[in-house]
């Protein structure tokens, strides 16, 4: 057995445990910062590994690998593929890089309407303390009023109260010193 066959049974019990073995086996394309894989690496693995990797457990982890922002960043931005000894292996092909830049443009709106969500839901738990802090009515008419139950109000109520705590303040403009004339006169002319 070769030093590179000598660890255990094929990693089978998951995608952590193959990531853990190929940052071993070949530090110089898995340890560190992504590196755009070469076409077909798997091969390579088994090839260089055999009996070390399930199938199924590698496919899996090298679709995890391939799918993280970082690596599709990295496809963005390298000129060409890794080999397992971290050699250029071929370049990046425009249709590679175009996918990877649409996927990361796709990623990004999801992340831009998620958090835009988030602010609306934030601004309508903002405007529903305000309307209740302001209301002279009792809880059970106030729920009515809004078309919410009384039994999610008060957690409603508490989210509120927390994000207008954590909210930053605006600073206060500064005061004019006593006796200080805030605009000089102007000469008429």
Same mark, same amino acid.
């Given at each position: 057995m070769?030093?590179?066959?000598?660890?255990?049974a094929?990693?089978?019990?998951?995608?952590?445990?193959?990531?853990e073995?190929?940052?071993? =086996?070949?530090? %110089?394309?898995?340890?560190?910062?992504?590196?755009?894989?070469?076409?077909r690496?798997?091969a390579?693995?088994?090839?260089?590994?055999? &009996?070390? $990797?399930?199938?199924?457990?590698?496919?899996?982890f090298?679709?995890r690998?391939? &799918?993280?922002?970082s690596?599709l960043i990295?496809?963005?931005?390298?000129?060409? =593929? $890794?080999?397992?000894?971290?050699?250029?292996a071929g370049?990046i092909?425009?249709?590679?890089?175009?996918?990877?830049?649409?996927e990361?443009? =796709?990623? =990004? &709106? *999801?992340?831009?309407?998620?958090?835009? %969500?988030?602010?609306?839901?934030r601004?309508?738990?903002?405007a529903?303390?305000?309307? $209740?802090?302001?209301?002279?009515?009792s809880?059970?008419? $106030?729920?009515?009023?809004?078309?919410l139950? *009384?039994?999610?109000?008060p957690g409603?109520?508490?989210?509120?109260?927390?994000?207008?705590e954590?909210?930053?303040? %605006?600073?206060?403009?500064?005061?004019?010193?006593p &006796?200080?004339?805030?605009?000089?006169?102007? %000469?008429?002319g």
């Open positions: 070769t030093d590179e066959t000598a660890s255990a094929p990693a089978e019990a998951g995608s952590d445990d193959c990531a073995q190929l940052r071993q =086996r070949f530090p %110089a394309l898995f340890a560190g910062a992504p590196k755009p894989l070469k076409l690496i798997q390579d693995i088994q090839a260089r590994a055999p &009996g070390v $990797f399930a199938k199924a457990a590698l496919s899996a090298l679709r690998y391939t &799918g993280r922002t690596y990295a496809l963005t931005r390298a000129k060409s =593929r $890794f080999d397992l000894d971290g050699a250029a370049e092909s425009a249709e590679h890089r175009q996918a990877a830049v649409d990361l443009a =796709r990623r =990004r &709106g *999801v992340q831009a309407a998620r958090e835009a %969500a988030l602010e609306q839901q601004r309508e738990r903002a529903l303390l305000r309307a $209740f802090e302001g209301s002279a009515l809880a059970a008419n $106030f729920c009515a009023l809004k078309g139950s *009384v039994d999610e109000l409603l109520l508490e989210l509120a109260r927390r994000e207008r954590e909210r930053p303040r %605006a600073e206060p403009p500064p005061r004019p010193r &006796g200080a004339r805030p605009h000089p006169p102007r %000469a008429r």
